[in-house]
């Protein structure tokens, strides 16, 4: 072991010149370098007695009889710094901003909720406390879960385990917490009919399933309506789930949205600016197209149900599930397939019919239809053949007959130049003695 605590000299005009403050020399163990720090002090006593602090520090992490400085200094510091370091990070990573600021905002909800204000008041039970006493979706409080456990997870280096870990989501079938309806053709002609500047907005939600949120930021620049395959651009930072996506447009759409470009040119204005309607208008435009918001089967017609109805009619189209759910920007070809697809709207009366078509045939199979003709199959006309004279095949010497070349019990034997050996034959030159 080295100890020792030293001034620093150093020459000034020729001659050596100790320092003002005191460092400190050590080694723990004859494996290790030496370590010189400084201590901070012009006080000799001070000097040695930090030293030794600091040794015996080393010494019980060494033999775990104490957490690491870092794990200790980390304990120290509130949550609410460690998020907000957090946040820093997945910015500098390049995260998309609206990403950052809705994680910020769950963090900061759950540790006020639970008032965690240090890590060590971050337990599992605490979290499932909490979780308990929540009327969110399961969807949403799963959304915590992950979030907090990401900031836990970059903790890790410095305050050990993640204490949510353990912690299981909760196993939710995916079902809407309102059910919607889709919207059938002849509905979404009649009410963009009588909503005036306002029915653009419906046509493009319903051809495009974009959310009320992703079109209120959608703008000129990203309108391409020119090409083979217009488009509209769906920017990472407007989408929900934060993803660059292309969504094409139907003919109908972009003839509605030309005639809507010529009242603004303006790259980066809004396309729909002014024409989203609030709720009370939307409601006024079902009513007056005389649709209702609300059905008989307690499912709803609102501004989301033009997702739906995307989804629906894709279905409908016969379009694969697996495109389906990658126009409708979804990670899960069960919120697909379950949730944005309208079941009321599918043929299923004609499946069956279709069913019933398939079940007829194979009862009027080909086998079944002999079975119940009285005469049989032996009432057919005798149909005259033509005698001919026979065809004659040489093997060796020989002539024989096609007839009679089955039953030949033993092949001639083999001579000169035959045209066939025995058991081989040469087919082709059969072929052209049958049919010239």
Same mark, same amino acid.
């Given at each position: 072991?080295?100890?020792?605590?030293?001034?620093?000299?150093?020459?000034?005009?020729?001659?050596?010149?100790?320092? *003002?403050?005191?460092?400190?020399?050590?080694? @723990?163990?004859?494996?290790?370098?030496?370590?010189?720090?400084?201590?901070? /002090?012009?006080?000799?006593?001070?000097?040695?007695?930090?030293?030794?602090?600091?040794?015996?520090?080393?010494?019980?992490?060494?033999?775990?009889?104490?957490?690491?400085?870092?794990?200790?200094?980390?304990?120290?510091?509130?949550?609410?710094?460690?998020?907000?370091?957090?946040?820093?990070?997945?910015?500098?990573?390049?995260?998309?901003?609206?990403?950052?600021?809705?994680?910020?905002?769950?963090?900061?909800?759950? $540790?006020?909720?639970?008032?965690?204000?240090? !890590?060590?008041?971050?337990?599992?039970?605490?979290?499932?406390?909490?979780?308990?006493?929540?009327?969110?979706?399961?969807?949403?409080?799963?959304?915590?879960? !992950?979030?907090?456990?990401?900031?836990?997870?970059?903790?890790?280096?410095?305050?050990?385990?993640?204490?949510?870990?353990?912690?299981?989501? $909760?196993?939710?079938?995916?079902?809407? /917490?309102?059910?919607?309806?889709?919207?059938?053709?002849?509905?979404?002609?009649?009410? $963009?009919?009588?909503?005036?500047?306002?029915? !653009?907005?419906?046509?493009?939600?319903? *051809?495009?399933?974009?959310?009320?949120?992703?079109?209120?930021?959608?703008?000129?620049?990203?309108?391409?309506?020119?090409?083979?395959?217009?488009?509209?651009?769906?920017?990472?930072?407007?989408?929900?789930?934060?993803?660059?996506?292309?969504?094409?447009?139907?003919?109908?759409?972009? #003839?509605?949205?030309?005639?809507?470009?010529?009242?603004?040119?303006?790259?980066?204005?809004?396309?729909?600016?002014?024409?989203?309607?609030?709720?009370?208008?939307?409601?006024?435009?079902?009513?007056?197209?005389?649709?209702?918001?609300?059905?008989?089967?307690?499912?709803?017609? #609102?501004?989301?149900?033009?997702?739906?109805?995307?989804?629906?009619?894709?279905? &409908?189209?016969? !379009?694969?599930?697996?495109?389906?759910?990658?126009?409708?920007?979804?990670?899960?070809?069960? &919120?697909?397939?379950? /949730?944005?697809?309208?079941?009321?709207?599918?043929?299923?009366?004609?499946?069956?019919?279709?069913?019933?078509?398939?079940?007829?045939?194979?009862?009027?199979?080909?086998?079944?239809?002999?079975?119940?003709?009285?005469?049989?199959?032996?009432?057919?006309?005798?149909?005259?053949?033509?005698?001919?004279?026979?065809?004659? @095949? /040489?093997?060796? #010497?020989?002539?024989?007959?096609?007839?009679?070349?089955?039953?030949?019990?033993?092949?001639?034997?083999?001579?000169?130049?035959?045209?066939?050996?025995?058991?081989?034959?040469?087919?082709?030159?059969?072929?052209?003695?049958?049919?010239?």
């Amino acid at each position: 072991m080295i100890k020792k605590v030293y001034k620093p000299s150093r020459l000034k005009n020729g001659e050596s010149v100790a320092g *003002r403050l005191y460092r400190g020399r050590y080694r @723990l163990d004859p494996r290790d370098k030496i370590k010189d720090i400084a201590l901070h /002090t012009n006080i000799k006593e001070v000097a040695e007695k930090r030293l030794t602090d600091i040794m015996r520090e080393e010494q019980q992490e060494r033999e775990g009889l104490i957490l690491p400085k870092r794990n200790r200094e980390a304990a120290k510091q509130s949550l609410t710094e460690h998020i907000e370091e957090y946040i820093a990070d997945r910015r500098s990573l390049g995260r998309d901003e609206k990403y950052v600021q809705e994680l910020r905002r769950k963090l900061l909800r759950l $540790i006020t909720d639970c008032s965690w204000q240090f !890590v060590r008041h971050v337990t599992a039970e605490s979290f499932r406390v909490w979780r308990s006493r929540q009327t969110k979706t399961p969807k949403t409080l799963n959304e915590y879960l !992950v979030a907090f456990s990401g900031l836990m997870k970059w903790l890790e280096p410095r305050i050990g385990s993640n204490p949510l870990g353990f912690v299981e989501k $909760i196993q939710s079938a995916v079902e809407p /917490t309102r059910k919607r309806r889709g919207y059938s053709e002849n509905e979404l002609e009649k009410l $963009i009919a009588i909503s005036g500047r306002r029915g !653009v907005v419906y046509r493009i939600a319903a *051809r495009t399933g974009l959310r009320r949120g992703e079109l209120e930021k959608i703008e000129w620049r990203d309108v391409t309506l020119d090409g083979q395959q217009p488009f509209i651009t769906v920017r990472s930072s407007i989408a929900k789930n934060h993803k660059h996506a292309r969504q094409p447009l139907t003919p109908d759409a972009v #003839d509605a949205l030309r005639e809507l470009r010529l009242l603004n040119t303006d790259p980066k204005s809004r396309v729909f600016a002014g024409l989203i309607p609030r709720m009370n208008q939307f409601r006024a435009d079902l009513e007056a197209a005389g649709i209702l918001y609300i059905d008989a089967n307690g499912e709803y017609a #609102d501004f989301h149900s033009f997702r739906k109805t995307f989804g629906t009619m894709l279905t &409908l189209a016969e !379009v694969g599930q697996r495109t389906v759910m990658e126009l409708m920007r979804h990670s899960d070809m069960r &919120l697909t397939a379950k /949730t944005y697809t309208d079941a009321n709207m599918l043929p299923i009366s004609g499946a069956i019919a279709l069913l019933s078509a398939f079940a007829a045939k194979a009862r009027d199979s080909q086998i079944d239809s002999q079975k119940i003709v009285s005469e049989g199959p032996t009432v057919s006309a005798t149909v005259p053949l033509k005698a001919a004279d026979p065809i004659l @095949l /040489t093997a060796g #010497d020989e002539a024989v007959s096609p007839s009679e070349s089955a039953s030949v019990p033993q092949s001639p034997e083999m001579a000169d130049g035959a045209r066939c050996r025995v058991r081989t034959c040469d087919f082709l030159r059969v072929k052209q003695a049958l049919y010239h």
